[in-house]
C-alpha cells in the first residue's frame, strides 16, 4: 500500500527527483516518467530526449496507474475495517448476520486484493517484454556491426523498471495468498453457520465437528 500512496503523490509531482539526468539518474527518470508522472512538470525534472523511451507502448499510463492506486487503496481499506471487525467485539457474537456480513466482505476484499495484484504483475511482464524485445534492437558492442547508441539506455532502464514492478506486485500477490487458507476456513465456517438450525453456532462458538 505504501508504494500506491508514493505513486499519487508523485503522479501530482510533490515528489522530489534529481535535477541531473545522467546514467545515474536515468533508472529514476525513467520508472517515474513511465509509472509515475502527471501532467504537470516538477521544478527539479529536467527535460530530456524521450522518442526512444516512447517508441515502446505500455499497457497502462501513469493515469491508469493512479486510477488503479486509488481503487487499491479503496479495496486494502474495505480489508482493514473488516479485518478490525472480525477482531474486535464490533462483531457481536450472538449476531450471526453480522458475522456472516463481515466473513463474507473481508473474502471478498483480499480476493480483490490478490487478483489485482495478479493482474498488474502481468501487465508489467508484458512491458517487461516489450521492452527487452526493443532494446534487442540496439547493438552495444563496437565487435558488432552497426552504431552504438547511448539512448538505447533508456530501454534497458525501461525494462528494469517493469521487472521490478512486476516482481513487487507477483511478492504481493504470494502474500496474499498467505491468507487463502483462513479464507477457505472462514468460508467453510459461514456454509456451516447459516445452516444453523438453532441459531447458536457464531464465529466465536462454531459448529462442533460431527
Known amino acids: 500500500m505504501s508504494l500506491n500512496i508514493v505513486g499519487i503523490i508523485a503522479y501530482t ?10 546514467y545515474g539518474s536515468l533508472m529514476a527518470y525513467v520508472f517515474y516518467t513511465l509509472y509515475f508522472k502527471g501532467n504537470c512538470i516538477p521544478s527539479d525534472y529536467q527535460q530530456f530526449d524521450r522518442t526512444m523511451l516512447d517508441s515502446v507502448s505500455t499497457v497502462l499510463s501513469p493515469k491508469d496507474i493512479l486510477i488503479w492506486n486509488c481503487v487499491y487503496l ?68 563496437t565487435i558488432n556491426a552497426g552504431a552504438i547508441d547511448p539512448q538505447a539506455a533508456q ?3 525501461g525494462g528494469v523498471a517493469a521487472i521490478s514492478l512486476m516482481l513487487i506486485s507477483f511478492k504481493g500477490f ?20 447459516s445452516k444453523d438450525k438453532d441459531h447458536n453456532d457464531t464465529l466465536f462458538m462454531p459448529p462442533m465437528t460431527e
Open 155 to 157: 530501454l534497458v532502464a
Open 174 to 193: 504470494i502474500l496474499w495468498l498467505i491468507n487463502v487458507g483462513l479464507m477457505c476456513y472462514l468460508l467453510k465456517l459461514v456454509v456451516r453457520i
Open 13 to 22: 509531482c510533490n515528489m522530489p527527483i534529481n535535477n541531473l539526468f545522467t
Open 74 to 141: 479503496a479495496v486494502a481499506l474495505c480489508w482493514c475495517i473488516t479485518s478490525v471487525l472480525l477482531l474486535l467485539t464490533m462483531v457481536r457474537k450472538d449476531n450471526i448476520t453480522h458475522t456472516i456480513i463481515a466473513i463474507y466482505s473481508w473474502i471478498v476484499a483480499i480476493a480483490c486484493i490478490s487478483l489485482m495484484d495478479l493482474a498488474l504483475g502481468i501487465i508489467f511482464g508484458i512491458d517487461y517484454g516489450k521492452f527487452n524485445t526493443a532494446a534487442y534492437n540496439y547493438n552495444l558492442s
